[in-house]
């Protein structure tokens, strides 16, 4: 009896993170779909990748991307909710959101809901949110999620990435209530060498990465072990992190590592997710009361 195709779905994969992390799932087999917003370029970059536009910053996007893949896919085995953007000048989606909230965030708050009835037809179906040890350095300011008074681009990205963290374990609590099978689980990839950096930073930030990434940070293709263990192996729970085993989480092999408490605040969890669904439109179909 030949055994069924794993199904993997990824953001983001034309370059760093997303694309050391396609190449080692599509190398074990998997039939990878690229959400992109260039699919062209992901295909060309990698071949036998199914290729889909997705443009994260608009949630309209978002919804015809889900849409069109229900209606080709049955069923869903992983999503990792990879794409990002670092430390911009305040930048607006197209629902008028902080980009980095809007893409890091909300985007991936949407997708995932909207594919969620695939995901619990796969098989060992797992949602890995990639986060970063920046996390620990966010406050989810409420009160000016779209950055309008005193912006700060650095302090925008980890607000992002602790909503990523907050996400994920809330998603867990949630998917243990209703008796689902997905598996929600956070990873983060410590100090790599991606495009981030110089596309993405401004003023102090990008002269302090350009001269540290050389010194310090790994190749994206090692920054991929924590996402990828997070993704395929097997003593992998739900509400687990996975990071870097190095001094400081920069570097390394994959290990399990801790959240901050404001990532695992139940009632933050709950804050943020209410707002998601506020701004995204999007509610997540399940069966539970209790959150």
């Known amino acids: 009896m030949l055994c069924r195709m794993t199904v ?30 260039d699919p062209e370029r992901a295909t060309r970059l990698l071949p036998g990748v199914e290729a889909r536009r997705l443009d994260l910053a608009d949630l309209d996007s978002v919804r015809t991307f889900a849409g069109d ?23 607006l989606t197209a629902q008028g ?12 708050f949407a997708l995932t809901g909207l594919l969620l009835d695939l995901l619990a037809a796969g098989r060992d179906p797992r949602v890995v949110t990639v986060s970063s040890s920046l996390h620990r350095k966010g406050e989810l300011r409420f009160d000016d ?15 992002s990435k602790l909503a990523n963290a907050v996400f994920g374990l809330q998603l867990h609590r949630r998917l243990i209530a209703a008796g689902n099978p997905i598996r929600s689980v956070l990873a983060h990839p410590g100090f790599t060498r991606t495009n981030m950096q110089r596309a993405g930073t401004v003023g102090a930030n990008r002269l302090m990465l350009r001269l540290a990434t050389p010194l310090i940070a790994q190749s994206a293709a090692r920054g991929a072990l924590s996402i990828l ?32 408490a404001d990532a695992r605040d139940p009632q933050l969890g709950a804050r943020l997710w209410t707002v998601s669904e506020q701004l995204t439109g999007v509610r997540y179909a399940l069966e539970s009361h209790s959150l």
């Open 8 to 37: 993997s779905l990824i953001t983001g994969t034309t370059s760093g993170l997303g694309l050391a992390t396609a190449r080692a799932l599509l190398d074990r087999g998997d039939q990878v779909i690229a959400a992109v917003r």
């Open 69 to 91: 893949l229900r209606a080709d896919h049955r069923h869903l085995d992983l999503l990792i909710n990879n794409a990002g953007v670092m430390g911009m000048p305040r930048t």
């Open 97 to 108: 959101h902080e980009l980095q909230f809007g893409v890091n965030h909300l985007g991936h």
């Open 145 to 159: 999620l779209t950055g309008a008074t005193g912006y700060r681009p650095m302090v925008a990205y980890n607000q």
């Open 229 to 260: 263990y997070a993704a395929t192996a097997d003593p992998v729970r739900g509400g687990d992190f996975y990071g870097p085993s190095g001094p400081g989480e920069l570097r390394g092999d994959p290990k399990l590592v801790e959240s901050s």
